[in-house]
C-alpha cells in the first residue's frame, strides 16, 4: 500500500481495491485481476479480488465509519479494524485450522486483506438450504476450547492476560451489544424490528419484570467480567464451513468478557435451526451436545496441562469453572434467542419462512425458549437437561 502513498481514511472501490492488492505484492505485477464487492452484513465492505490467471484470490475487508445497517445516522470508528485484525491473529495462532491467514493490515485505511473463503459457504446459510456440515460442532467446540483458556489468566497468566484486556478495549462494539441484546428488545426502542402479529408476545416480553432482572444480571456480567478474549458475535452467519472444514470470521466485535457468552452465541445460532428444521432436528440436538462435550473435553485437557496457576490445577475448581460457563451460556443464549426475533437485527432461519403462520409460530417458540434459558438457567445445570428444556419448548 506504501506504494499508492494513502495519506487518508475513504471508502475503497473495486478499483482501489485491485491497486491496494497488487501494491502489496499478493499478486504478480501483470496479475489479471477481477473485484466484486461482496459484503452483505451491517458495518463493512468486502471486496473479493481474483486472479483470473490461476484462479486465485483474496479478500479484502475494509471497516466504514458507520453502521451499513442504519447509514451514516449511525456513526462508527474504523479503529474497529485494528481490534478485528488483531483477533484474528490472536486466534489464528491459537486454533490456526479455524481461523482464515491474515496477509497485511493498514490501520489508516481500515483494511484487512486475508485468505479467501470462497471455496466455503456461510454456515447460516448451508444450514437453510439443506446443509448439516457434520464435523462443525467438534470444530467450534475445540475453537471455543483453546480460545477460551489461552486467552484466561489461566492460559495466559495474570500479567499477559492484563496486557491483552488494554489491547482489546472496543467500546463502541461493546455498546452495540449492550444495546441490541441486553437493553432494547426489553422495552419499546426504535430500533427494535418485528412482525405485528408479534406484538402481543413482544408487549407481554416488556411488562416481565423478573426476565428484565434476569436480563440486567446477564448484561452486569458481560460488562463487568473480563475473563477471556471473545469473539463478541460468534453466530452461524460468522462461520464459513464445508463437509470438513470450519472457519470463524469476523471478530470485529472481540474484547475481554465472560466465557459463556461465546459459547451461548453458538448454542442460540444452533437452536435456531433446532426450532425451524423439523426433519433436522435431533442432528442439530447433536450438534449443541458435541459443541459442548468437545469444549468441556478439551478445556479440562488444557486446565489440567498447561494450566499457569498452580493452586487452579484441582478437579473442584474447574468443576466450578465449568459451571459458571454453562449457567452464563444458557442465559446468553437466551437474550440472543429473543433478539434476533424482536431487535434490529434478525436471522434468516426465522424470517425466511415463507408461511406466514408457521414463521410467527417459530418466533413464538424462540421467544419463550429465549424466556425460558434466561430464568431458568441456573436450574439447567446440565447438559441433559438442556436439551430436556429444548425439547420440551420445541
Not at 494513502?6 to 481495491?17: K, R
Not at 485491485?18 to 452484513?41: H, K, Q, S, V, Y
Not at 493490515?105 to 454456515?123: C, G, P
Not at 450438534?287 to 493452586?311: G, M, P, Q
Request: proline share 3%; aromatic share 10%; glycine share 6%.
Amino acid at each position: 500500500m506504501s506504494q499508492l502513498k494513502q495519506t487518508y481514511y475513504e471508502p475503497l472501490t473495486e478499483d482501489a481495491a485491485i491497486r491496494l492488492a497488487l501494491g502489496i505484492n499478493i499478486f504478480t505485477e501483470n496479475a489479471a485481476l477481477t473485484c466484486r464487492e461482496i459484503g452483505d452484513g451491517n458495518l463493512n465492505l468486502v471486496f473479493h479480488i481474483i486472479n483470473e490467471q490461476d484462479g486465485k484470490g483474496v479478500i479484502i475487508k475494509q471497516a466504514l465509519p458507520y453502521a451499513k445497517v442504519v447509514g451514516e445516522s449511525w456513526p462508527l470508528t474504523v479503529k474497529r479494524a485494528k481490534i478485528e485484525a488483531d483477533a484474528l491473529r490472536t486466534f489464528g495462532q491459537l486454533v490456526p485450522d479455524y481461523v482464515p491467514k491474515v496477509y497485511f493490515t493498514d490501520d489508516l485505511l481500515a483494511v484487512t486483506v486475508m485468505e479467501d473463503l470462497s471455496h466455503l459457504i456461510i454456515a447460516r446459510t448451508g444450514f437453510i438450504t439443506g446443509e448439516t456440515y457434520p464435523l462443525l460442532s467438534k470444530h467450534l467446540g475445540e475453537y471455543l476450547a483453546k480460545t477460551i483458556f489461552y486467552t484466561s489468566d489461566y492460559g495466559l497468566g495474570p500479567s499477559e492476560k492484563k496486557a491483552q484486556v488494554q489491547k482489546f478495549i472496543n467500546p463502541e462494539l461493546c455498546k452495540i451489544t449492550e444495546d441490541l441484546i441486553f437493553t432494547d428488545p426489553y422495552f419499546d426502542a426504535d430500533t427494535n424490528e418485528f412482525e405485528d402479529g408479534l406484538h402481543t408476545d413482544v408487549e407481554a416480553l416488556w411488562d416481565d419484570d423478573e426476565l428484565k432482572f434476569h436480563v440486567n444480571v446477564l448484561k452486569r456480567s458481560f460488562l463487568t467480567e473480563a475473563e477471556v478474549l471473545l469473539h463478541g458475535d460468534l453466530h452461524t452467519g460468522s462461520v464459513f464451513a464445508a463437509n470438513s472444514d470450519t472457519k470463524v470470521i469476523d471478530p470485529e466485535f472481540a474484547f475481554y468478557g465472560p466465557a459463556g457468552f461465546d459459547i451461548g452465541q453458538v448454542f442460540a445460532n444452533l437452536l435456531f435451526e433446532v426450532i425451524v428444521n423439523v426433519p433436522n432436528r435431533g442432528l442439530f440436538i447433536h450438534h449443541i451436545e458435541t459443541v459442548w462435550n468437545v469444549f468441556k473435553e478439551e478445556f479440562t485437557r488444557l486446565w489440567n496441562t498447561e494450566n499457569k496457576e498452580v493452586l487452579a490445577k484441582t478437579d473442584i475448581f474447574l468443576s466450578y469453572n465449568l459451571s459458571k460457563f454453562f449457567e452464563d451460556a444458557i442465559g446468553f443464549a437466551g437474550c440472543e434467542l429473543i433478539r434476533r426475533t424482536v431487535g434490529l437485527a434478525h436471522v434468516a432461519d426465522l424470517d425466511t419462512i415463507e408461511d406466514e403462520q408457521t414463521r410467527l409460530a417459530a418466533k413464538r417458540t424462540t421467544l419463550e425458549l429465549g424466556k425460558i434459558l434466561i430464568k431458568q438457567r441456573k436450574e439447567i445445570f446440565t447438559l441433559d437437561a438442556f436439551i430436556a428444556k429444548v425439547k420440551k419448548v420445541v
